[in-house]
């Protein structure tokens, strides 16, 4: 059922074409693109994540996502996988100003479904945080960029009357590192807004370009840090026309 809307949702965004700014970039950006051999403007991605999990209270779910993202901007995600033995499916979408996490065991029976204020910019700069992937973010109407030293660069994104930010790191060679927000809101306490920052672990030669290849997403809570995401990008593909 979450599958057949994600695919529903996808066809339509895949037939959009958009308009991207030519604006000169900040040195940080600039060279990680030249580092990385990415495309300047593509106009989606498709990611498919394996051999990952999601933690769920105490415990870790083992994922398979498939994602896909515009500079629209949209972002949307596939999750399946089991929990203590019970096929579990998700569906966490930015779309249209609208930020919506919802999950389903055996397709049906609504396990968690979040929608709301919180929801539209905690997805919105999830969106954001993912704009080294998705390269003609640094290119879009919708964000603007800043280099504050020689190694980090905030970014800002606007979206339907919502603003978020966050704050990117890059290393000596140029690679993004890590990126951190304290806009995003934590389902998992209530919705209470707390630090969040994106890690990425190794690279790879995805054919023509460097890519991220493992990936950390991390809670940074009063008591402690909560890492409750880890995920290994199998695939990563510019400009598909069909799922």
Same mark, same amino acid.
């Given at each position: 059922?979450?599958?057949?809307?994600?695919?529903?949702?996808?066809?339509?965004?895949?037939?959009?074409?958009?308009?991207?700014?030519?604006?000169?970039?900040?040195?940080?950006?600039?060279?990680?693109?030249?580092?990385?051999?990415?495309?300047?403007?593509?106009?989606?991605?498709?990611?498919?994540?394996?051999?990952?999990?999601?933690?769920?209270?105490?415990?870790?779910?083992?994922?398979?996502?498939?994602?896909?993202?515009?500079?629209?901007?949209?972002?949307?995600?596939?999750?399946?996988?089991?929990?203590?033995?019970?096929?579990?499916?998700?569906?966490?979408?930015?779309?249209?100003?609208?930020?919506?996490?919802?999950?389903?065991?055996?397709?049906?029976?609504?396990?968690?479904?979040?929608?709301?204020?919180?929801?539209?910019?905690?997805?919105? &700069?999830?969106? !954001? #945080?993912?704009?080294?992937?998705?390269?003609?973010?640094?290119? $879009? +109407? @919708? /964000?603007?960029?800043?280099? %504050?030293?020689?190694?980090?660069?905030?970014?800002?994104?606007?979206?339907?009357?919502?603003?978020?930010?966050?704050?990117?790191?890059?290393?000596?060679?140029?690679?993004?590192?890590?990126?951190?927000?304290?806009?995003?809101?934590?389902?998992?306490?209530?919705?209470?807004?707390?630090?969040?920052? &994106?890690?990425? !672990? #190794?690279?790879?030669?995805?054919?023509?370009?460097?890519?991220? $290849? +493992? @990936? /950390?997403?991390?809670?940074? %809570?009063?008591?402690?840090?909560?890492?409750?995401?880890?995920?290994?990008?199998?695939?990563?593909?510019?400009?598909?026309?069909?799922?």
């Amino acid at each position: 059922m979450l599958r057949k809307r994600f695919e529903m949702e996808v066809r339509e965004e895949l037939r959009k074409v958009y308009n991207l700014n030519e604006r000169e970039l900040p040195g940080l950006l600039a060279g990680y693109l030249e580092s990385s051999g990415l495309p300047h403007d593509p106009q989606n991605l498709l990611i498919r994540w394996a051999d990952s999990k999601i933690r769920r209270g105490p415990r870790w779910m083992n994922v398979d996502m498939t994602q896909i993202n515009t500079p629209a901007p949209f972002r949307s995600v596939y999750i399946k996988g089991r929990f203590l033995g019970i096929p579990l499916e998700g569906l966490d979408i930015y779309s249209g100003g609208h930020g919506e996490m919802t999950i389903r065991a055996l397709k049906f029976l609504k396990v968690a479904e979040e929608r709301g204020d919180p929801m539209d910019v905690s997805a919105l &700069v999830t969106l !954001l #945080s993912e704009a080294p992937f998705l390269p003609s973010l640094f290119l $879009a +109407e @919708c /964000t603007e960029w800043s280099q %504050l030293d020689d190694e980090r660069v905030e970014g800002r994104i606007r979206d339907h009357g919502i603003t978020a930010s966050g704050l990117f790191t890059f290393d000596e060679h140029g690679r993004f590192l890590k990126f951190y927000t304290e806009d995003r809101y934590c389902v998992e306490f209530n919705m209470e807004q707390h630090p969040w920052s &994106v890690e990425v !672990l #190794s690279y790879r030669d995805a054919g023509g370009f460097i890519y991220p $290849a +493992e @990936c /950390t997403a991390t809670w940074h %809570l009063p008591e402690g840090d909560l890492k409750y995401f880890h995920g290994r990008i199998r695939d990563a593909k510019f400009n598909i026309r069909t799922l």
